[in-house]
């Protein structure tokens, strides 16, 4: 019998958040297995990161949707329940949902500001491929249902529900074993929440998404291990590859994004998604969600 086809879409997270990572993304995209990308339209290298896509048409770019640990959009008089006096919302994804979930005028402000990043993504020319958060504060309940809303408007036809074993991923690296059985269980719960909300309104997602239990660890060695144990046939692997620049903050722990671009580099990390069957695409391209 012959078999299915696989498909695998590698994405770069965080691309407009500095020149380093502008470098690491689209060096794997040219040199490695790299097929897709998520915008942070509010980062400081945006620009540059608009300009890189716009000469890389191969590249599919979505919204990396920011509502966490990073800038807004809209100024600070706007939505003076979501951001600081100098347009910053809060570092902790805990005290920023338990917000949202309860304020009201947050809320408002909330669908004001992902409104205001979806129109710059759209600004930008790119044809959106589909739509991310974050530290995953998309997958919040709130956040989620705005997006709903706005998809037709915006054409949202992709989004991403973190969704990978457990086991497997334990299997591979046990360490931070704790954090790994808090977020399986937290998003296990959004990720079922928000394969209802989607099916309902004919939005896309991959069947599983790797990145999520193994941030800032997405090496050569693990993808190496993960890739032979996947069951799935169409599948999101994701991390934050960066390469290291004097003078800019770094969008993870200090080394793990060049670690991170190695894998993507890696052509025993290719060549084993060649033995698995897997064709490398992006969201654009696939029919079949």
């Known amino acids: ?9 590698i994405n770069g997270d965080d691309f407009g958040f500095s020149n380093g ?5 689209i060096k794997a995209h040219e040199q490695g297995v790299l097929t897709s990308t998520s915008l942070m339209v509010t980062g400081d290298a945006v620009e540059e990161a608009i300009a890189l896509a716009r000469t890389h048409p191969n590249l599919a770019v979505g ?11 809209l100024p600070p008089s706007q939505i003076p329940h979501l951001v600081d006096s100098m347009g910053n919302f809060s570092d902790s994804p805990f005290q920023a949902g338990l917000r949202y979930q309860f304020h009201a005028a947050a809320r408002e402000e909330l669908r004001q500001e992902i409104r205001a990043q979806l129109e710059k993504f759209c600004e930008s020319g790119l044809t959106l491929s589909h739509v991310d958060g974050h530290l995953h504060l998309h997958v919040h309940p709130v956040v989620l249902h705005i997006l709903v ?3 037709q408007e915006f054409d949202i036809r992709v989004i991403r529900l973190p969704s990978e074993e457990l086991g497997m991923s334990l299997k591979l690296d046990r360490r ?3 954090t790994k059985l808090v977020w399986s269980a937290v998003f296990g719960r959004l990720r079922r929440y928000g394969e209802v909300l989607l099916t309902s309104q004919g939005i896309g997602f991959a069947k599983r ?3 999520l239990l193994q941030t800032g660890s997405m090496t050569e060695e693990y993808l190496l291990g993960l890739v032979p144990q996947i069951q799935a046939d169409l599948v999101e692997i994701y991390s934050h590859p960066a390469v ?3 003078g800019e903050p770094q969008n993870g722990p200090l080394g793990t994004g060049e670690l991170e671009l190695a894998a993507l580099l890696s052509e025993q990390v290719r060549q084993v998604l060649t033995a698995k069957g897997f064709e ?10």
Request: proline share 6%; net charge positive; with cysteine.
């Open 149 to 151: 809303e706005l998809a």
């Open 176 to 178: 931070r074993l704790l």
């Open 209 to 211: 998404v790797y990145g």
């Open 244 to 246: 290291l620049k004097d």
């Open 21 to 25: 990572v502008n470098q690491a993304i």
């Open 63 to 73: 919204l990396h949707l920011v509502l966490v640990c990073g800038r807004a959009i």
């Open 1 to 9: 019998m012959p078999h299915s086809p696989r498909f695998v879409i």
């Open 280 to 289: 490398p695409t992006n969201f654009l391209k696939v029919t079949r969600l």
